[in-house]
């Protein structure tokens, strides 16, 4: 006889709603069943570091009548405040302190609107800064398929939960790769949606880089979470067209016949990672689209690394100021990570006309990439990642060489970060994986707003190529 908690753990956040729905089971069995998949899974993956089970099983009856009635959740530990709750960022500081949230984010907001029980939050390296989750305040989150290796970052613990059965969905963000990289890591769906698809209020800004979603295991669900928490919240300035029929429509819908380009060749990608992008092309080649080696010229422009630095840096040095107001006193060198302080006290050197500069940069930069979706493409195939997921150390903190972790993320993840500049939609899908056995990821970047187009593909991926079978060992 087997429990609801191995009888729902692959089960997707889809199914498992209708099983609310439909008076097979209550929230709050789901909610007892993801808390025991955590429970006995999450100690070989520290992917969910803060635990609110009391609070999930009082409530789990409780829950709003939305999409998503009962389905059990975790809230990455970044940007994401929840009222009552303590939230980190991935920083010791803010972590021993544990101030509580007064006020929920609009999303937060939404996901509770949408019926979700969050259980609890989920690893992310200190301030999202690197492409791994290993932060010196909670340790590393090790990836489903190999623990010896990275689950991605900085949502590398919402991916490692979904990755593992113990949610079928989970929040993640991403400000140059946080959603696509976790996914490709672990195996999963990881859409990034376009800037000003879903508000980023009340305190962050929708024009910067970051965006939030989740990570899920089926087309279905991402598209569902899009259509719960889409649209503008108040003092919105960057504001998607909304769509023109729910994205949960898309699922299935026949894309017609497409113009594809796919990045075939680049001087960091590792052979598997290239093969992925060019199988993938070959399969929607058979699908009956038009596919050929193009991309825009603009993405191999040595200048993009320079003001993406640059804003990179800049933001670094405001998440250290909003968490020092958060504390009520100013962080000390020994409470942030080298990497982390290393890009603030830079960024300090920045004049104001340098940042403008870069923002300038930006704008050229996003119109010379559009030009090509202009010139008649209607997708663009590449890697997620640069490589396999790399082994938990790779990025580790040197305090004689502070920047070095950044160095190393730029060789590992070169594909992700333009579309955060351009604002565009892009996502991974888990459409191959290494002879040991590991994931890897194929990206598709859609023009600007053009969500449902992704949706259409990747469901269309999703019925030839299904991946849903395939489950990590752990």
């Not at 909670?138 to 990755?163: C, H, I, K, L, M």
């Not at 093969?275 to 991309?295: I, M, P, Q, R, Y």
């Amino acid at each position: 006889m087997t429990s609801l908690a191995d009888d729902t753990r692959w089960m997707d956040a889809t199914d498992q709603a209708e099983l609310v729905r439909s008076g097979q089971v209550k929230p709050s069995e789901l909610v007892e069943a993801a808390i025991e998949r955590i429970e006995a899974l999450n100690p070989a993956l520290n992917a969910v570091v803060v635990h609110w089970f009391d609070e999930a099983r009082s409530t789990a009856d409780d829950l709003p009548a939305g999409p998503f009635r009962g389905v059990p959740f975790l809230l990455k530990d970044l940007f994401a405040a929840y009222a009552g709750q303590p939230l980190s960022n991935g920083n010791r500081a803010l972590k021993e302190a544990a101030i509580r949230s007064t006020v929920d984010t609009t999303l937060v907001s939404r996901f509770r609107a949408a019926g979700l029980a969050t259980l609890g939050r989920t690893n992310s390296s200190e301030f999202g800064s690197l492409p791994t989750t290993e932060p010196l305040a909670w340790g590393p989150t090790r990836n489903p398929w190999n623990t010896d290796r990275s689950a991605g970052g900085s949502s590398g613990g919402s991916a490692a939960a979904v990755a593992a059965g113990m949610v079928p969905i989970a929040h993640a963000s991403d400000g140059g790769g946080s959603i696509r990289i976790p996914s490709s890591s672990c195996g999963l769906v990881g859409l990034k949606p376009s800037q000003g698809r879903i508000t980023m209020g009340p305190n962050r800004d929708e024009s910067n880089l970051g965006v939030d979603l989740g990570v899920s295991r089926t087309v279905r669900d991402t598209a569902g979470l899009l259509d719960a928490v889409r649209g503008p919240g108040v003092g919105d300035t960057v504001i998607a067209a909304p769509p023109i029929r729910p994205y949960a429509q898309e699922v299935g819908a026949d894309p017609g016949s497409l113009r594809i380009g796919v990045v075939t060749q680049h001087p960091l990608a590792q052979a598997e990672n290239l093969t992925a992008a060019k199988n993938a092309g070959a399969l929607l080649e058979s699908l009956g689209h038009h596919v050929e080696d193009s991309f825009p010229s603009a993405l191999i422009d040595p200048k993009f690394r320079e003001f993406f630095a640059v804003m990179w840096g800049t933001n670094m040095a405001v998440n250290l100021a909003r968490a020092a107001e958060t504390l009520g006193r100013e962080l000390t060198e020994d409470e942030v990570e080298p990497l982390n302080w290393a890009l603030a006290a830079s960024a300090r050197q920045h004049s104001a006309v340098d940042y403008a500069q870069g923002l300038a940069m930006n704008g050229l930069f996003r119109r010379a990439v559009y030009q090509w979706w202009a010139d008649g493409f209607d997708l663009l195939v590449t890697p997620t990642m640069a490589a396999p997921p790399p082994p938990i150390g790779t990025f580790a903190h040197d305090p004689a060489n502070p920047i070095a972790p950044l160095m190393t993320a730029g060789k590992y993840v070169p594909f992700t970060p333009p579309f955060n500049t351009t604002g565009q939609p892009a996502i991974s899908l888990p459409l191959h994986w290494t002879p040991d056995g590991l994931p890897i990821g194929v990206q598709f970047v859609a023009a600007y707003g053009r969500e449902d187009l992704l949706l259409r593909v990747a469901s269309q991926l999703e019925q030839a190529a299904p991946w849903a079978s395939r489950r990590p060992p752990l």
